[in-house]
């Protein structure tokens, strides 16, 4: 664009800005920011937003205030929000909770995602007593609010109380959505709760929601973990669209449960399928070695297996 002479304005530089992020180029990133600079288009508030979320997810943060305080606008209420919360949830990701909770308070306006924001920094940090106390403070709570309390508790491994606030959501006559519906089957999963799961399971059927690969992952997990083998099979062929995550989930299921010959027809059905570890990250690629060696090829030959299967293609 630059070699063929066209100039960028403010339209561009925030695309530019979010590769730079997603890339976690510190340098160009800088450099880009002295182009804004040079073209004078820094005070616009669409850049604005996307230098300091470029800089929170560079881990920038001391730079990203410094363009927070130079913005004219934080403080109108109709406009800056947007600002404000990227800046918190930056201070969120950094464990500098100190800071979110200050620049919280001195708001203009807390729209529901400024709350849901703070909340989630708290619970990412392990702080679920502050989480609920501000939970609690909220003056409308919606499905984002809720959902951040049920996976709070969820990962923080207090299942029972992520249950207990997805059964208070419904109550409520809060309708959750897909993200809500997978912790509150984690949490099932964790502590071995079928009925609760089974629950959730009739809510979807009931509900008419489609059986995704995030609700079907999990709802395999949930009856492999709480011992329903034959519903996780039966889901899983229920499941259109598999992940890695999907067949891993459901080999696995079927080696802890000692049934080590259908888990190796799973794993030649998911090769035949054309499922490859392309796009995985290394904790998934290991743990699904670890689990299938552990639990489904000891008592056979390993190479033999590997080389029939012509799994070449795992080769890096």
């Known amino acids: 664009m630059l070699r063929s002479g066209i100039k960028p304005d403010r339209l561009t530089y925030p695309f530019v800005l979010k590769s730079m992020a997603g890339l976690f180029s510190t340098e160009l990133g800088m450099a880009i920011h002295c182009m804004v ?14 230098l300091v979320d470029m800089y929170v997810k560079v881990e920038k943060l001391g730079s990203a205030f ?25 201070c969120c990701k950094a464990g500098s909770m100190k800071k979110a909770v200050k620049l919280f308070k001195a708001m203009p306006k807390k729209e529901n995602v400024s709350w849901s924001t703070l909340i989630d ?3 990412k940090n392990g702080d679920m007593d502050r989480a609920m106390e501000l939970f609690d403070q909220m003056p409308e709570k919606n499905v984002v609010s809720w959902t951040t309390m049920v996976d709070g508790f969820s990962r923080n491994g207090d299942s029972e ?12 006559g809060v309708r959750p959505n897909a993200f809500t519906i997978v912790s509150a089957l984690s ?16 809510y979807i059927k009931d509900n008419g929601l489609h059986l995704t690969e995030a609700l079907g992952t999990a709802l ?16 899983f062929g229920e499941t259109e669209q598999k ?28 090769m035949f399928a054309g499922v490859t570890f392309f796009g995985c990250n290394s904790i998934q690629f290991t743990s699904f070695f670890f689990f299938f060696f552990q639990f489904t090829l000891i008592p056979f030959n390993c190479f033999a297996i590997l080389e029939n299967l012509s799994l070449s293609y795992l080769q890096v």
């Open 37 to 50: 600079l040079r073209c004078g288009i820094e005070l616009d508030s669409f850049v604005r937003v996307s």
């Open 66 to 90: 410094k363009v927070f305080d130079e913005s004219p606008e934080r403080f109108d209420s109709g406009s800056s929000a947007l600002l404000w919360n990227v800046l918190i949830k930056g």
């Open 121 to 123: 920094g708290f619970a």
């Open 161 to 172: 109380k992520a249950l207990s606030m997805f059964s208070k959501m419904l109550e409520e």
């Open 187 to 202: 949490a099932c999963a964790k502590i071995g709760a079928l009925e609760a799961g089974l629950r959730i399971h009739k």
């Open 220 to 235: 395999v997990d949930m009856y492999a973990k709480c011992g329903n083998i034959e519903s996780a099979c039966e889901v």
């Open 243 to 270: 992940s890695i995550r999907t067949w891993t989930v459901m080999i696995w299921g079927w080696a802890i449960h000692g049934n080590s010959e259908q888990a190796i027809a799973c794993f030649k059905q998911m």
